[in-house]
């Protein structure tokens, strides 16, 4: 990326896999009663106090992810990234992620590690500057505050 652009704006971009976007409306046991919004909205509050700034793109397609990532690389600090089921078989998105040169947060609702085994191998772990998992919404503003900390 661009040095200019990273000393002076610090924008992040958070990522959101397939069906996060159903947030909300059902698995509130597992997942929660709050929607998306509600969570990049905490994000947003929390990258605010620490002068940065978030873009926010979730997206049902694997293709698509990887574009945002390549995108990322000219114009975003790091990336925050909750792959939902990608995250366990998604080689993709893990190449992508190995281009791109900021910090990167494996972020999940719930704890994948404490449920059925194929949930319990990350693609994406490999390539993570690390793993918040099973904090619920509070894991948004975990993962900008340690962000921050890594810029
Ligand atoms: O815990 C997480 O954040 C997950 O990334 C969520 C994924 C799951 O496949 C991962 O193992 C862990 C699933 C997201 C599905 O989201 C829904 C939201 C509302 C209703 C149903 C599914």
Redesign the pocket.
């Known amino acids: 990326m661009n040095s200019e652009n990273k000393a002076s704006e610090k924008t992040i971009l958070i990522l959101s ?11 509130p046991q ?2 929660g009663d709050q929607t998306l919004d509600q969570h990049i909205e905490l994000a947003e509050r929390t990258a605010s106090q620490h002068g940065i700034t978030v873009e926010h793109l979730q997206s049902n397609h694997e293709g698509e992810l990887v574009d945002a990532i390549h995108q990322a690389r000219e114009k975003h600090a790091a990336i925050i990234i ?7 078989y998604a080689w993709a998105i893990h190449d992508a992620l190995q281009t791109f040169d900021g910090p990167v947060i494996e ?6 590690a404490a ?1 059925e085994p194929w ?1 319990h191998t990350s693609v994406v772990a490999p390539v993570a500057s690390g793993t918040i ?2 904090f619920g919404g509070h ?1 948004y503003q975990i993962a900008v505050d340690a962000v921050s900390e890594l810029l």
């Open positions: 896999g397939p069906n996060l976007n159903l947030l909300g409306e059902r698995d597992m997942y909750n792959p939902g089921a990608f995250t366990h972020l999940h609702l719930s704890n994948p449920r949930r998992a099973g894991g």
